[in-house]
């Protein structure tokens, strides 16, 4: 097994997201989110793929560049502890894949949703889910087509450092498949961890 692959990579990754939270100093941040306010972040990350005893599926890490631009389509709003943001997200994605055997290198471009939960002016956590689709040849078992499709989905936080920045740490559930329009689509089911700096504007 590489030294990357498995859970040391994702230990690794962990460690790094701890240690950068650790030195920080959070400020307040702006009172709220309000309709039209927009962000801009620059984030990466680091999946591993999961194990399928039964099918003997090389395991598949991945490292991920992903900036996004995101526009926030309410004010803050809903009951109690719930009360929060949508804000929609367009998410450029550039994807290095590397297995036992191949490696590949995809583009693509994501559409996600989120809820920024309105918990404090500090920290506030967020829910996201959405779907895209990456170009690029791939010779995997779990997929082997030049066009395949993202799934995903998980939780993060953004940590103010000032007014309008702060670090996004999060965990997505990430899927690949290509939807059965080549020979093989086991699915490339992976963990990612994201790491980020985010700016906002009102």
Same mark, same amino acid.
């Given at each position: ?60 890490? =991945? ?72 170009? =690029? ?66």
């Amino acid at each position: 097994m590489r030294p990357w692959s498995g859970r040391k990579g994702w230990r690794f990754a962990l460690w790094v997201g701890l240690g950068l939270l650790a030195g920080v100093d959070p400020v307040e941040a702006q009172e709220g989110f309000r309709f039209g306010a927009t962000e801009v972040t620059l984030s990466a990350g680091y999946s591993f793929s999961h194990s399928i005893v039964s099918q003997n599926l090389d395991t598949v890490d =991945g490292f991920h560049l992903i900036p996004h631009f995101g526009i926030f389509l309410t004010d803050a709003h809903g009951p109690g502890w719930g009360k929060g943001n949508l804000e929609l997200l367009a998410e450029r994605t550039l994807l290095y894949l590397d297995g036992d055997k191949e490696s590949a290198t995809l583009t693509g471009l994501s559409a996600l949703g989120r809820w920024v939960f309105d918990a404090s002016s500090r920290v506030k956590p967020y829910v996201e889910a959405g779907v895209g689709v990456l170009g =690029g040849e791939t010779k995997f078992r779990q997929t082997d087509c030049d066009v395949n499709f993202i799934l995903e989905g998980g939780v993060g936080a953004l940590v103010f450092l000032a007014p309008r920045a702060a670090i996004t740490a999060g965990y997505r559930f990430h899927h690949v498949s290509n939807a059965d329009a080549c020979d093989q689509n086991l699915g490339l089911n992976s963990s990612l961890f994201i790491l980020g700096v985010s700016y906002f504007f009102p």
